[in-house]
């Protein structure tokens, strides 16, 4: 018997409230919360810039997690990639949160494809780190992606400290929904996501749906899946001066609709479907093209990368190029002015694990269009905050939309809601969750060795 199925037979008689509730309901004596954990991000840093390359949610999903659980007390120490020979071996992100670049591979010009070939340096360097601390100095580990679990998984092992996995993303439901001219996952990313989940202590899903999803397609153990939802900066995403400012502030036209994208331009994200959406309301009414605005904020990635101008062309092809805006990723707090400013967000993705974006922009009192996938019917309350679309016809997404020009105070009714459902998802409720995932696989881990002898 493998030591993962033996770790399993052992938790088959225990009372594990089911993935979904509150993490905290299954503790019964509260042992201690880990004192530092090792964060691992190897294909993306959290000091880049979301919204450009692979940056995106998950950037900002590890940043304000980390400042998070160092207010609690709890030290994170964040592994990451170096890409620039000038990077200092190690930074301060926070008061308790220190990221910690590591040397592997050419440091421009490796795309994450490449990076399954760079794991082994990668984990090498995170081996030295631990080497020059005294045994114990870490409690856990948390990777984030396939490709942090790999480096996870050998870590905990040496270490003999639990693993606390996030897929992000997972290759299977990726394939399972892609956009047309879309790259399919990987074998070996299928292959490797099935490794981590059999090695993991505790798997930790955004929503209800992801984690069926990890039992379904990866045959996670249900009792060792947690659901924690991921939080949205408050005080950074607030409505604030309200939407007459932001829109000053960006020089946009103060009783324009404004249909806003946010967010990496590929065709995952579907950016195209908005373009689409707004010639079929021009074709409908041309007089909306006097009073539009379809600010595109953000840089290609992924599969976008290999057509960085294929968006712009299908704005001239569309003939929208004067209703269209592009702009390039911007800081959180501009990115915070951009959601004030938008009538709605519109997400017509074709995955999302969660959509912080969404979140975001309701936290600013702004509503959202979006597809009915991923974790996005847990973020945004279908005809409360917003509206959730099956399927990816643009017809629809322009159906959607037409209320907010016909009616302008929609955008400020449905923003009042969308604001109120998003104080729900601060990051200290998210903090404190994952906080009790963490001592629970410590206990189970401790329960374990106790039994071992």
Not at 187 to 201: F, H, K, L, P, S
Not at 241 to 261: K, M, V
Request: neutral net charge; proline residues 7%; contains cysteine.
């Amino acid at each position: 018997m493998s030591q993962h199925a033996s770790r399993l037979g052992g938790l088959r008689g225990r009372s594990h409230i089911p993935f979904g509730a509150p993490s905290h309901q299954r503790l019964r004596r509260i042992p201690r919360r880990p004192r530092r954990i090792a964060m691992l991000s190897v294909h993306t840093s959290p000091l880049h810039q979301p919204g450009t390359g692979d940056a995106g949610g998950m950037n900002v999903y590890i940043v304000e997690l980390a400042r998070r659980l160092a207010a609690i007390d709890i030290e994170v120490e964040i592994f990451t990639r170096a890409t620039n020979a000038a990077l200092p071996p190690a930074v301060e992100l926070a008061p308790g949160v220190l990221v910690r670049h590591v040397d592997a591979g050419p440091y421009e010009g490796l795309a994450k494809e490449d990076l399954p070939a760079q794991l082994c340096a990668f984990t090498h360097g995170v081996m030295q780190a631990w080497a020059g601390h005294r045994p114990g100095h870490y409690d856990l580990v948390h990777s984030h992606y396939w490709l942090s679990g790999h480096v996870g998984w050998l870590a905990a092992e040496r270490w003999g400290v639990p693993l606390v996995h996030a897929m992000h993303t997972m290759a299977k439901v990726k394939n399972a929904a892609l956009a047309a001219g879309d790259t399919p996952e990987p074998a070996a990313r299928v292959i490797g996501e099935q490794q981590i989940v059999r090695a993991a202590d505790r798997l930790i899903a955004n929503t209800a749906e992801e984690a069926e999803d990890l039992v379904r397609h990866y045959e996670a153990a249900r009792e060792l899946v947690a659901v924690v939802h991921p939080g949205v900066n408050l005080d950074r995403f607030r409505p604030a001066d309200g939407r007459a400012a932001a829109r000053a502030r960006l020089g946009l036209p103060a009783d324009a609709l404004i249909p806003l994208f946010a967010g990496r331009i590929q065709p995952l994200k579907a950016p195209d479907i908005l373009l689409h959406a707004v010639a079929h309301l021009l074709e409908e009414d041309p007089s909306l093209r006097e009073r539009m605005v379809v600010p595109v904020v953000g840089g290609p990635s992924g599969s976008g990368l290999a057509k960085p101008e294929g968006l712009h062309k299908l704005a001239a092809r569309l003939g929208i190029c004067d209703v269209v805006r592009f702009r390039p990723p911007c800081a959180q707090d501009e990115l915070a002015d951009w959601y004030r400013a938008a009538s709605v967000l519109v997400m017509p993705s074709y995955s999302e694990s969660f959509g912080l974006v969404a979140i975001e922009a309701q936290a600013c009192g702004t509503p959202v269009v979006a597809a009915s996938v991923g974790g996005l019917p847990v973020a945004v309350r279908d005809g409360v905050s917003g509206t959730l679309i099956d399927g990816h016809d643009p017809a629809d997404y322009a159906r959607a939309l037409r209320p907010f020009a016909q009616d302008p105070g929609r955008a400020d009714r449905m923003g009042a809601a969308a604001a109120g459902h998003a104080q729900s998802f601060g990051w200290d409720t998210a903090a404190a969750a994952t906080a009790e995932v963490y001592t629970d696989a410590m206990r189970e881990r401790r329960h374990l060795r106790s039994a071992h002898g």
